[in-house]
């Protein structure tokens, strides 16, 4: 092995020092002012140390990629599905798919309970738990031509866990994206400003698809000139059309808007992947991981401080106006995205692993993008705990906790502990040209004001209102690039259990399959969008935590997938890796299912707060936040099936693992009897670097294949 070089080793232990620094004021500082700079040091400083060294001990030590070996991409190509794409435009992809509303919505709720729980959970979670889950499934997944997570689970534990995993993982899909087009509709209603800027983001993306197909194939510096310049070009036109007669036509109502994200997922689903999907996410990238880096350089500028407690009084009572339960094991839960997420697992064995040139990809495009995603997490987490608390919790509480005027939020936040006036309330709202905050819940609008508030300090108070709207677009983008990935796999799992039934479904690509899974799909995931926009008690104050439960299911489900092909494939040593993330995976989200199954609370229990309002419906009375009989009807329905699915998904998941655990230890008692379904070695053709930027040997490798291509 090559020794470490002096300068090497005096560069890596700065960053160590930052780091170091970073988590030592965070742990230390009581009743005193701390400056956001040291939460992103502690963090960025953690994330360098873990992929320089962690994630490449796990690459080439424990799974081994191999460069040489063929990837589905390379040997399954159809133009549809299949197909090598350039590995900047892959990580753009895979990342925007990854990165949804989970770390943009999560750390704001879970701010409720402080910075420090949530910076904890976010920096080591991702480090040891979330960025090594989407390393190794999207490595095992790639060995087994793109299979889905349900069908690798199926092949590999048998047919009754890999059944209960492919019903599982399903299910919890469904519910990801009908929270995730929620937080959308949450972020564009009534709002032309943003509605418009993200209608725009379609046709320049289906123009950078048809530039990088036909026009100028390969051409990824040009495409990508173009989109950013048109992208700013329909944030600017945003601001236009909100204040022209247009804007009526922008300003949709949540049930409008809800209509209109089912039949773009649906469109989005059937498309060829080079078409709409990746170009859209890697155009969304930009956007994303431009806006982080300006975020984390306005924190260092402007050095605003953290005003939201290290730890907050609602962490030991359970008893929070946001989401309530203690902060064991909720938050956890309620942070998934940017820590450990099960969603990711889903792209990682869905559109990437088709899409991938070379297996040594795997570290740069599953480990470096969900550090990417953690970073966000922690930019959200900032923003939430920069603003003042009295105008978080009046926005991120739900209308029946803190009213509808700003004099009765003023005394709700009073309530709480905390204090804002309601002139201070309204003149918030007026600074970023809304009507209103109150009760904008979702995260999205909280972490707008507060990249308004860092952005405004760098460039000044006038431009507060842009600022807040760029944040808004940012976001929606973040999400919108999430559910179209998210659809087509949903659409990929379905035509796996269906191809078990009737075998053309297994073809991905045939096109009544096709048509017919992704109508399935979009109408589920738009039930909940439906529900969740009607839903009395607070649609993401209800749904988010079923979300969270469901999501973290199914990352046991996938770490448990991993370990056991870890075990399988002869790598016993190492299968801790992904052994110790799910036993604590398992224990929080088995005990958080509990509790919102069994708890006595009807803030936290699911079947005693629909118990509670059907003893009042029986009474002839009318329970707040309902407004009307028909409310109580709905918030006893929706009760009942978020009570019905926890429990389901939690007995579906402790069947997975039970039977994962009796393949292993047959496999320990006789490894001659163990079948693993990978693909066979074909040699690779294609010559592509394993990282951003081509090492020496790669650009000598590279230039022997030009030498070695026939003139034509």
Not at 307 to 336: C, E, H, N, Y
Request: proline share 5%.
């Amino acid at each position: 092995m090559r020794r470490a070089e002096p300068r090497s080793i005096v560069v890596w232990t700065l960053v160590a020092l930052v780091g170091a620094a970073g988590w030592t004021v965070l742990a230390l500082a009581r009743d005193e002012e701390v400056s956001a700079a040291w939460m992103v040091a502690a963090a960025l400083g953690s994330y360098a140390i873990a992929y320089r060294f962690y994630s490449k001990f796990i690459a080439y030590k424990v799974l081994k990629v191999d460069r040489t070996r063929a990837t589905p991409a390379e040997r399954l190509d159809n133009g549809i599905d299949f197909h090598p794409t350039d590995r900047r435009v892959l990580l753009g992809h895979h990342f925007a798919a990854i990165a949804g509303a989970g770390p943009l919505v999560g750390p704001v709720l879970a701010a409720q309970m402080g910075y420090l729980p949530g910076t904890i959970w976010i920096v080591v979670g991702v480090i040891f738990a979330g960025a090594v889950q989407d390393m190794v499934v999207l490595f095992f997944s790639t060995r087994r031509d793109g299979k889905s997570l349900g069908q690798m689970a199926r092949d590999e534990i048998g047919p009754f866990g890999g059944a209960a995993a492919l019903l599982a993982a399903f299910a919890i899909m469904i519910i990801l994206l009908g929270v995730l087009a929620l937080v959308i509709v949450n972020a564009l209603a009534e709002s032309p400003w943003g509605t418009f800027s993200i209608a725009m983001t379609i046709p320049i993306a289906l123009l950078m698809g048809f530039y990088l197909r036909v026009l100028r194939p390969g051409r990824v510096s040009e495409v990508s000139l173009i989109g950013i310049a048109l992208l700013l070009v329909a944030l600017v036109a945003g601001r236009w059309v909100a204040e022209s007669s247009l804007a009526d036509t922008f300003t949709l109502a949540p049930s409008t808007l809800v209509i209109w994200l089912v039949a773009y997922g649906f469109i989005a689903s059937i498309l060829p992947v080079w078409m709409l999907l990746a170009p859209r996410d890697y155009l969304s990238t930009f956007m994303k991981i431009g806006t982080i880096l300006l975020l984390a350089l306005g924190v260092v500028i402007a050095l605003p401080t953290l005003k939201m407690d290290p730890v907050t009084d609602f962490a030991s009572r359970g008893d929070g106006p946001v989401f309530a339960g203690s902060l064991f094991p909720f938050v956890f839960i309620t942070i998934a995205c940017g820590a450990l997420s099960g969603f990711h697992a889903l792209i990682s064995s869905g559109t990437t692993p088709k899409m991938i040139q070379k297996e040594t990809q795997v570290r740069m495009i599953g480990y470096g993008s969900m550090l990417m995603e953690s970073a966000v997490a922690i930019m959200a987490l900032v923003a939430a705990s920069i603003i003042d608390p009295g105008l978080y919790f009046a926005m991120n509480a739900p209308a029946g906790v803190v009213g509808d005027t700003v004099q009765e939020a003023s005394k709700a936040v009073a309530n709480f502990g905390y204090s804002i006036s309601p002139a201070d309330l309204a003149q918030a709202a007026k600074n970023v040209e809304e009507s209103s905050l109150l009760s904008r819940t979702g995260g999205a609008p909280t972490l707008a004001v507060g990249v308004s508030e860092i952005f405004s300090q760098v460039t000044g108070g006038s431009m507060r209102a842009f600022w807040y709207h760029f944040a808004i677009m940012f976001e929606a983008l973040f999400i919108l690039t999430a559910l179209d990935a998210g659809t087509r796999v949903g659409r990929f799992m379905l035509q796996d259990m269906l191809g078990n039934v009737y075998k053309p479904f297994k073809r991905v690509s045939w096109k009544p399959g096709l048509v017919l899974t992704s109508a399935a799909v979009t109408g589920l995931w738009g039930y909940f969008l439906w529900v969740g926009v009607h839903e009395p008690l607070g649609g993401i104050n209800q749904l988010f935590p079923i979300f969270g439960i469901a999501n973290q299911l199914l990352a046991a489900v996938a770490l448990t997938v991993c370990t056991t092909l870890l075990v399988k494939s002869g790598r016993l040593k190492w299968a801790w890796i992904t052994a110790v993330p799910l036993a604590w995976d398992a224990t929080v989200t088995l005990t958080a299912s509990w509790q919102k199954v069994f708890s006595g609370d009807p803030r936290v229990g699911f079947f005693t707060q629909r118990s509670i309002y059907q003893d009042a419906i029986d009474d002839g009375k009318v329970l707040p936040p309902a407004k009307s009989m028909d409310d109580m009807h709905t918030v006893v329905t929706n009760s009942t099936v978020d009570g019905v699915l926890s429990a389901a998904l939690a007995l579906l998941i402790v069947i997975v693992i039970a039977d994962a655990a009796r393949v292993c230890l047959k496999h320990l008692r006789d490894p001659e009897a163990s079948r693993l379904s990978e693909a066979p070695y074909v040699e690779s053709k294609l010559t592509a670097p394993a990282g951003l930027f081509p090492t020496a040997e790669e650009k000598r490798e590279a230039r022997r294949d030009e030498k070695r291509e026939p003139v034509r």
